[in-house]
C-alpha cells in the first residue's frame, strides 16, 4: 500500500545536527514533490520544506532556511532532511507528505506516522 | 507569504449538531488560470497525522463521509460537520497549497459540549 515511514528522530542537544529519513513505498516516488511539515508539542502543523520530483527545486520555511537542506534518492525511493545548528525550538514531531505529481501543486494526501526531534540539553 | 486565520480557536458542540469551523486567507487563493481554489482541510487526531478531508475547497477525499463538507472561494472558506459524531473530536486545519511555501492554519478544536 501507499506509505511514508520516517527515521531518524531521537534527543539531541543544541547546536548538533540529525538526518532524518522518509522511505515511500506503494506509489512511484520519482513522480511527486516531497515536503516536510513539523508540529512541535501541543501545537499546529508547520510546513518546513520541499523538494520537487526531480530534486531540481527546493524551498523552506523562514525559521529554517540556511540550516535544513531536503535531499532525496529516486533509486532508494527516500527523503531526507538534514537538521544543522538545532535549536530548543526545532523540537517537533517531524511527517513527510506527498504532494503533488511533478511541478502540480497538490493538497497532501499521504503522510507518515512522524519521528520526534528533540533539542535539548 | 501568505497567512492563514482560522476561527475560532476552539468549539464545543453537542453531539448531532453542527460545527463550523472558518479559515481566512490574507490573499486569494483563487488560482484565475484554472478557476481553481488551493485550499485544503485536514482532521488530525491525538497521536496521529493529518488526514486529508477536502481539496479544492470542496472536494471531498475519498473515505470522508458525507456529513462533512467544505466551501467557500477568495478568500473565506468554511468547513461543516453537519451532524457532530463522537469521532470528530479532533483538530481540524485549512491549507493554501499553491504557494511555495505552503501555509497552515493554527488549527481549531472541535469537541463535544
Known sequence: ?121 | DIVMTQSPESLAVSLGERATVNCKSSQSVLNSADNKNYLAWYQQKPGQPPKLLFYWASTRQYGVPARFSGSGSGTDFTLTISSLQAEDVAVYYCQVYYSSSPTFGQGTKVEIK
Not at chain 1, 513522480?31 to 512541535?40: F, K, L, P, T
Request: proline share 3%; with cysteine.
Open chain 1, 1 to 121: 500500500q501507499v506509505q511514508l515511514v520516517e527515521s531518524g528522530g531521537g534527543v539531541v542537544q543544541p547546536g548538533r545536527s540529525l538526518r532524518l529519513s522518509c522511505a515511500a513505498s506503494g506509489f512511484t516516488f520519482s513522480n511527486y514533490e516531497m515536503h516536510w511539515v513539523r508540529q512541535a508539542p501541543g501545537k499546529g502543523l508547520e510546513w518546513v520544506a520541499v523538494i520537487w520530483h526531480d530534486g531540481s527545486i527546493k524551498n523552506y520555511g523562514d525559521p529554517v532556511k540556511g540550516r535544513f537542506t531536503d535531499s532525496r534518492d529516486n533509486y532508494k525511493k527516500t527523503l531526507y532532511l538534514q537538521v544543522n545548528s538545532l535549536r530548543s525550538e526545532d523540537t517537533a514531531v517531524y511527517y513527510c507528505a506527498r504532494g503533488g505529481v511533478a511541478a502540480t501543486p497538490d493538497a497532501f494526501e499521504i503522510w507518515g506516522q512522524g519521528t520526534m526531534v528533540t533539542v535539548s540539553s
